[in-house]
Every structure is written in structure tokens, then in C-alpha cells.
């Protein structure tokens, strides 16, 4: 997809990366669009001006974090990997489960959040608790294993968020 | 108080200040059963036969956990001195009328939920955001100032959830 | 192996999960033993008469925390898949050349360390850096991919000085 | 001091914090050339060619973000209270004598650190071990209580490590 094409091809493959990620996450119906639509609804007391193509900049360009790109590819194949049984017992059982207090989705989705400072922090919390729009939707899809990716989605949202609000407070 | 004296007095003062904080929170209306009924009422579709006494007890167990007595204790001061007016500018302003995406009340709070595990740092976070029974009686009180003390005590629910989590789960 | 049935048997499978860490641990000459001696070296300015029996003790206990053998046992398959080859690009060429600033390791680490407070947080940073003992063993075996097992062993063992720094200092 | 003046001066204090923090900062002996050249030989293996000026300017940079102004400030009006024996017992003892496990020091520095990612973290944990340069230097002034100081200025000099190796590597 050509408009992803922004980082200089060096050679550490970000580019790569960000495409991998947004094809994966489209591939699961998690578009820049739904996202957004969280970002504002959760900022809309604070920030009603906000606009949906605002929300989306801002995802796309933390999206390009190579840290938080990292974060999310490793969840992105680990529910691949459970999806088609390909982990070993006994973690095959718990991710494709979601048994217990797991813990490993969280870790991830909260090294994410840390780049959104600490009120990105307790947004990522409070959407892992009460699942919005596209988050309830991920975490409703029976279709494939979705463990990580609902933590994922909601720490990205969660930075977005913080950024927001670091900008606009 | 005498029920409060558990630890050995040892060189260094861990009962002391167990005893400082329970004064403390005390002196805001916040109580080990105030704190115990947000744990019910968070837990009760995980934990279904978690008595109050449960809850208190591992509230007052977890509250002797030196690092976290410190955390708490260092919040506790702030309100106080913002309370009374005596911190330098712009930090007093900025404590008093708990302004803009100060911070760190969250990573005190936060400090503390890490002995939660992950779960702990979520529930927190949900804390943060909506604020029940006691959290929100906190918040309301305008007596003093209390810009630390919502999140600390958030944050002392989320990690006896979180124990409580692990320990049943 | 019999020693290490501990937890009684429950629908989560926590001594399946400890076993299969363990031998994947032993399969990477990873033992109780190497890691116990960092923690003495480690800890000898503060605790001197530690013995290596008591630091071994503390890190098998430590190992049976859920969410540590979670995080733990994400770690050992990604590093196991990279040595076979099998993520998909671009994440298999940057797990597999430990490249650029990747972060996923040292934030499942730092997701383990929680469990002992921030000392251990900034412990596991120390160790990250200054590779001690086992843990330059691993960076110096390039037999297989290692990319995430030096930081979640090093995380292992920082939480395992917090545990004991808690408990004697 | 002109030359901080940058931001617009709106109606949260950030100028007026900045300038409060760099003078608080100076009247303790530190500075942006003494923390940048920690920066510098922490990099010196990464970064060869970054000049003293480049780690001042992220460092003055870095200042600027009001969450961590906010824990830097909290931090040292703490080691302020506590030089001029102001805090209530037991905290005066435990603060002034930087006594066994403390704690709030490293979590109001590791809400800092939060702000380079995980590389910070990390960095920040080293420096807290292996006290360099400037934190040194603090850590030896007997002069006033510093218990919080060295964490704050090892955090602060971490997240430009890390912004730094994000930005190069």
C-alpha cells in the first residue's frame, strides 16, 4: 500500500514492519476508522473539537513507532500461532483459551501504553475492563484466537489518547 | 492502635508507619471496609464468595508491604502540604486545582499496582477512569485536597484484587 | 520430574507450564544453580551470608508465578521459532539479528520484574546491561537464537534480589 | 533566565515550572553540561559522532514535558522537606537516611524513564547501580538530603539515551 511508504528505507526494514502490521490488522477488521472512533468517543468530554481524521493521523504516526510496532507483531503471531494450534502445550491451551490471569497481553499492550505516559497507562486499563466499539467487537469475533489483539488495540488507542491530551491539556 | 502492631519493631519502622498511614487515612474517611466494598463489587462476577473479611484482611496485608506504605505515604504529604498551602509555585497551583495531565499521582499509584501484577495495573487503571464507592466519595470531598489520594487508594484495591485474582483464579 | 509437582493438579495447568519452562530452561544450559550465583554475586554487599541453597529456592518459587512463566514461556518460543526460522518477515530477520532498538524482550522482562518491586525493575536494567554470569553465557551462545532469554532470565533473577532485598533489608 | 521561555505561556505553569526546576537544579550543582556528558559516555559505543551540544539540547528538550517536570518537582521539594527536617516521622527518618527499601525514589524515576520506552527503563536501571559522572556526584553531597535527586537525574539523562537510540539506531 503505497501511502505507508514514509520512512526512509534504511536498514532497519520500519517500513516493512508498519505494512506487515497494517495488513495483518485489517486482515482482522481493525482499521484506522474503528479505532478512531474510540479515541473520540472516550476524548469527547475532554476534547470535542476533535475530529475523526485527527484520530487517525495520530494512530497512523504512532503506529510508526518501531518499539510499539514490535510490541504488536509479537502479539499478532502469537494469536496467529494459537488460531492454527501451532504452540506448544501447555501454552497452546491457554492462549487459545484466554485461561486464568494470562498476563502476557497485558505486559505487552502495557509496554505499548508507556509511550503515551501514564494517563495512557490507566486509559489502556480502564478499555481492557470495559471493551468499546471495535475492542468489544475484537473481543466478540469467535472466529480466530483474538487473545492479544484486543490489549493491543486498546494500548494504541490508550497512546493515542495520551498524546492527545499532552498536546491539547 | 494496638491491632496495628504486628511487625517486630526492627531498626527500621515499618509499624510506625503502618500505623501513620491508618491514622492518616482514617483522619479521610477512609477506611479498611470502605476500601474492602469496592473489592467485592469489582471482583463478585470472578469471585463470587470473597466475604468482606477476605477483602479487609488483604487489604491490611498488603498495606504493611513496605514499598507500597512509602508510595502512599509520600501522596499523603502532598494533599497535606497542598491542603495547608505550603508548596513552592507553580507546584502548588498546580496540586491544588489538580491541573492539566499532572502525573504523578498516577505513577505513584501505579508504583504501587506493579505488586499486583498486570491485572493489577488494568484494574487501576479502570479505577482511575470510573470511579466507584469510595474512589468517587474521595473525589468529591472538597474539604482538603485529595489530588493524590483517589489514586492511591485505587491503586491499594487493584493489587488485592489482583492477589486475590491470582491466588483463585 | 518428580520435585517440581508441586501446585496441586487444577484446570490451569501451572506444573505443566513450570515443566515445560524448567526443561526448556535445562535444554538452553540454563539451571537454578547459574542463575542462583548471579543473585549471590549480586547481592553480596547487602546479604552476605545468602547461600546459594536459599537463592535457588527463591528462584524455583518465583518461577511458579503464573504470570512470570507466562511471559517467560512467549519469550522461549519466539527465540525458538527465530532459530528455526519460522516468523514471518519482517520479524523473523529482526528477532534473529537482535536488530536496531527491538524492545519486545526487555518489555516482557520488565513485565516479569514487576513481581519485585522497583528494585528489581531497575536490577533487571543493571543486569540488561553489565551481562553478568549466565546471562553472558547466553548473549555469548550463538548456537541459537537468543534474543529474548538473556532479559527474561535476567528479569527472573532481579526479581528474585528484590524478593530477598524486601525480606532482609 | 530568557532563554528557557519557549513555551507559550498558557494557563497550566509550564514556563514557569521549567524555570522553577532548572533552578532548583543549579542551586544543587546540576547541570545540562554535567548530565549531557553522562549521556555522552553512556553512547559513546552507539553514537560516536553525538556532540555535547545535541545531548543538551534533548535534555533541555526533554524538560519540557510536563509529566516529568511534575515528578521531578515532587521529588525534590521531597529532598527539600526532608534537608530541612519538615516531614512527618516516620518518613523524616526513613527519607533523610535513604533507609532499606525505599522505593518512591525509583518509581517517580521510573515514571520518568517511561517516557524513552523500554531502552530507558533499562538505562535508567544501570544508572541506578553504577552511579556515574554527575549522579556521582550527587550521591557523595553530604551537604543535603539527595535521595531523590540521583534517581530523578539517572531517569532524566536515560530518556534522552533512549530518545536518542530511537532517533539513530
Known amino acids: 500500500m503505497k501511502?505507508?511508504?514514509?520512512?526512509?528505507?534504511?536498514?532497519?526494514?520500519?517500513?516493512k514492519m508498519f505494512n506487515?502490521?497494517?495488513?495483518?490488522?485489517?486482515?482482522?477488521?481493525?482499521?484506522?476508522?474503528?479505532?478512531?472512533?474510540?479515541v473520540l468517543e472516550g476524548q469527547k468530554r475532554f476534547l470535542p473539537n476533535l475530529t475523526l481524521k485527527e484520530a487517525m493521523d495520530s494512530l497512523e504516526d504512532t503506529l510508526h513507532k518501531r518499539e510499539i510496532m514490535n510490541n504488536m507483531s509479537i502479539g499478532l503471531v502469537m494469536d496467529d500461532m494459537a488460531t492454527k494450534g501451532n504452540l506448544p502445550e501447555?501454552?497452546?491451551?491457554?492462549?487459545?483459551?484466554d485461561l486464568g490471569v494470562f498476563g502476557t497481553d497485558e505486559t505487552l499492550a502495557l509496554g505499548i501504553s508507556l509511550f503515551g505516559g501514564s494517563i495512557?497507562?490507566?486509559?489502556?486499563?480502564?478499555?481492557?475492563?470495559?471493551?468499546?466499539?471495535?475492542?468489544?467487537?475484537?473481543?466478540?469475533?469467535t472466529s480466530r484466537v483474538n487473545t492479544f489483539?484486543?490489549?493491543?488495540?486498546?494500548?494504541?488507542?490508550a497512546v493515542v489518547?495520551?498524546?492527545l491530551a499532552h498536546q491539547y491539556a
Open 3 to 15: 501511502e505507508f511508504i514514509k520512512d526512509k528505507e534504511m536498514n532497519y526494514p520500519d517500513t
Open 149 to 157: 489483539l484486543d490489549d493491543l488495540v486498546g494500548a494504541l488507542i
Open 120 to 141: 495512557a497507562t490507566t486509559n489502556y486499563g480502564s478499555l481492557d475492563v470495559h471493551k468499546k466499539g471495535i475492542i468489544n467487537d475484537i473481543d466478540k469475533d
Open 161 to 163: 489518547e495520551g498524546k
Open 20 to 38: 506487515y502490521i497494517m495488513s495483518e490488522l485489517n486482515a482482522r477488521n481493525v482499521t484506522l476508522e474503528g479505532m478512531a472512533k474510540v
Open 90 to 97: 501447555p501454552l497452546q491451551s491457554i492462549v487459545e483459551n
